[in-house]
């Protein structure tokens, strides 16, 4: 009661927070309210704020976890009326909460298994509304019996699995699993099983194919789960799971046993091409998609932590996307460059022509990435200046350049692209721009970590982008042949550098000239 009066009915405690000891913890209690039944009966229940200092770190100062704590006065006690006698009271070993979403029944954890969690919502205690937890309370969460009936179970699961690497790594995951499986009760271990089949099967690709001894310990675990006398279906999921896969890696196909259409025949390409005008508009615009697609399929999702593409200290991370950056950039400046290097006026024509009818095949083929890099390297500033040249070219080409200005504008974070590759069928190279942009913002806008915490919320929004770009890569593949001679026909062609670039614009077109004076 906050009211210090001299009444006797009346339980006094401290304005300010004061310790009680009993058997179980040490807990802080400040700001009760009671009512005058539970006066009457001696039984005294509040809402308390309750801090657990030894289960803080710095950062989690002033966190507070509302709960109901009932104080039980021993039988023929009298009324308490001082502060010193707060010390003699003993907490119930039972302490409900508020609701039944909360952190002593969440997911079926007990209370030290989920006490280090920081919600982004106390209200609604769900796996998408985690904002933060240690590494081993994530591994709790996604381990717990309960968890698989939850609806974001699965979403929660492969946020962990897509970016654990940011702040762990294989090696401490597949430990920190098997170490608890043989530790813990059987319908944990069953909800273990379900766990590392989600990691296996669907991260397979990117954890276990490429690392030798992650997929050896693998096979050790489940030889083990194979002794054991009481096979759950769980079990025996994840068992036949591994086994499947370990037939097909001694198939004589290897583990990338695919039943696919043979590819087409190589097309018909005349053997000696005096340059790259002599290719067919489609066969560039293939062996560009394939270009495109070989690197698009091995980029991993951790190449995307940490902005580590970006950064000389952490680019080992991220091979495959910076690949991939160089590509873009490389197709890039050859567009330039082919346009500027054409110094006769109706060659020149000619020549953006053909590049506007290879961007045709390449928004037929959805590859939206090097369609992204010929119209950038159409809109650099030594190209858009070329306004006589761009005005000869046809009315068909002058639309579709249009046309791919609306959808490929930056404008609302590039809403109009994110909603066609929304409905895109594979196969499709997604532009790489758009996603590296939300990461850079999402990386930029959150920490890591909080404390000793991984912010998972930050984990969500990688993910999400993360997924979107990558979701194309397991779907129907490309199935285009490289044309090896085509491809060195591209290699030959030499880039200029930006400073080459703006000085043969200025030779096809000079600042004022006229069209009547080009020739």
């Known amino acids: 009661n906050n009211n210090n009066n001299n009444n006797n009915n009346n339980l006094l405690l401290p304005p300010s927070p004061t310790t009680i000891s009993n058997n179980l913890s040490t807990l802080q209690i400040s700001d009760s309210t009671l009512t005058e039944a539970h006066k009457s009966k001696r039984l005294y229940q509040g809402a308390f704020n309750l801090l657990s200092p030894d289960n803080l770190n710095k950062e989690q100062k002033g966190l507070r976890l509302s ?30 909460t508020k609701s039944s979403e909360n952190l002593t029944t969440f997911l079926g954890l007990d209370e030290s298994e989920i006490s280090n969690i920081i919600w982004r919502n106390e209200d609604n205690r769900t796996l998408s509304n985690i ?61 273990i099983c379900v766990c590392m089949k989600i990691w296996f099967t669907e991260f397979y690709e990117y954890d276990f194919s490429r690392e030798v001894n992650l997929w050896n310990r693998m096979k050790v675990f489940i030889e083990k789960l194979q002794l054991e006398q009481t096979i759950s279906p769980e079990k025996k999921s994840l068992i036949d799971a591994v086994i499947e896969n370990l037939e097909q890696r001694k198939s004589l196909l290897g583990e990338a046993l695919r039943l696919q259409p043979q590819p087409p025949k190589l097309p018909s390409i005349p053997i000696d091409l005096a340059t790259w005008m002599d290719i067919p508009d489609e066969e560039l615009a293939r062996q560009i998609t394939m270009n495109h697609y070989l690197i698009y399929v091995e980029i991993k999702p951790w190449e995307f932590q940490r902005l580590s593409w970006s950064k000389d200290n952490l680019k080992h991370l991220s091979p495959n996307l910076r690949e991939a950056i160089i590509l873009f950039n490389k197709l890039s400046h050859l567009i330039t460059t082919l346009i500027v290097t054409q110094h006769k006026f109706k060659e020149r024509i000619k020549v953006v022509e053909k590049i506007i009818q290879i961007a045709k095949f390449l928004h037929k083929f959805n590859n939206f990435n090097a369609l992204m890099a010929i119209f950038a390297g159409i809109n650099t500033s030594a190209v858009f200046r070329l306004k006589h040249t761009f005005g000869e070219i046809s009315k068909g080409s002058s639309k579709f350049l249009r046309e791919l200005g609306t959808i490929l504008s930056n404008e609302n974070s590039f809403r109009t692209l994110r909603n066609i590759l929304e409905e895109t069928k594979s196969p499709c190279i997604p532009f790489l721009g758009v996603y590296l942009t939300d ?78 004076d080009l020739q």
Do not use: H, W
């Not at 240690?134 to 969460?141: G, M, P, R, Y």
């Not at 026909?489 to 670039?501: F, G, M, N, S, W």
């Open 67 to 96: 709960t109901q704590i009932t104080i039980s006065v021993p039988s023929g006690a009298q009324p308490l009326a001082s502060q010193s006698a707060v010390n003699e009271l003993t907490l119930s070993t039972e302490i409900p």
């Open 131 to 191: 904002k933060a937890a240690e590494l081993n309370t994530l591994l709790d969460i996604i381990t717990a019996p309960e968890s698989s009936t939850q609806k974001d179970y699965l979403y929660f699961t492969r946020v962990f699995f897509t970016t654990y690497r940011a702040f762990s790594n294989q090696d401490e995951v597949f430990s920190k699993l098997t170490e608890k499986y043989f530790q813990i009760n059987e319908p944990r271990k069953k909800a």
């Open 439 to 516: 990461l850079t913002f999402v990386e930029e806008g959150n920490q890591e970590m909080i404390g000793n915490f991984v912010n998972m919320r930050k984990k969500m929004l990688e993910y999400d982008s993360i997924k979107q770009f990558l979701k194309f890569q397991t779907d129907e593949a490309y199935m285009f042949q490289i044309v090896p001679k085509i491809q060195r026909k591209l290699e030959a062609i030499p880039i200029l550098t930006d400073q080459e670039i703006f000085e043969n614009s200025l030779i096809c077109e000079p600042r004022g000239t006229k069209k009547r």
